[in-house]
């Protein structure tokens, strides 16, 4: 699976601890990393996802529904799930700040055995760790 | 000395310009399975 994962785009580091069923991802300084990619390489790797975080930094924005997503590129941004913590970044959306968050992509529902690639991963945010 | 003032905000630009670039920092998965 380390392999596997290495070999993805934008992937600098891959440490895997066996004894947590952990597995960390380092993305390269400059490079685009895809988390549905992952995901998906993960489980083409034999292993079963339970739950994927991201920290993360970029610009609150509103979709065009009028929902708060975190924006790492004009092509990349994360749709959040609502909560007390994304509220409060409710404010910032438009702004020019950059935000740095920790939250969760993805939780292994009992219902289903993989994540669908089709599905885009929504962001709730688990901790705000700067505003700047 | 306009010169060496751009010469200056440029020097900084570049080492600022990685800081505030927006990124995915770091990804950690919890799994299933793993031998």
């Known amino acids: 699976m380390k392999q596997h994962l290495g070999r993805q785009s934008g992937v600098q580091t891959v440490e895997v601890s066996l004894i947590d069923g952990k597995v960390d991802v ?17 489980y083409d790797s034999g292993v079963s996802v339970a739950e994927m ?10 979709d065009a529904s009028g929902n708060l997503a975190l924006q790492i590129e004009p092509n990349q941004s994360f749709a ?4 007390n913590l ?7 959306a438009g702004s020019a700040t950059m935000v740095t968050v920790r939250g969760q992509l993805y939780k292994k529902s009992r219902e289903k055995k993989k994540p669908e690639a089709s599905v885009p991963l ?11 | 000395m306009n010169a060496k003032k751009l ?12 800081v505030s670039q927006a990124q995915i920092k770091h990804i950690e998965m919890r799994v299933e399975g793993m031998t």
Do not use: H, W, Y
């Open chain 1, 80 to 83: 959040m799930t609502p909560n």
């Open chain 1, 122 to 132: 929504k962001l709730l945010i688990l901790e705000v760790q700067k505003k700047e």
């Open chain 2, 7 to 18: 010469a200056l905000l440029l020097v900084f630009g570049c080492v600022l310009a990685p």
């Open chain 1, 26 to 42: 380092t993305p390269k300084e400059d490079g685009r990393i895809d988390p549905v990619q992952l995901l998906k390489a993960t």
């Open chain 1, 53 to 62: 975080d991201m920290t993360a930094r970029g610009k609150i924005v509103k």
């Open chain 1, 86 to 92: 994304s509220s409060g970044l409710e404010s910032l």
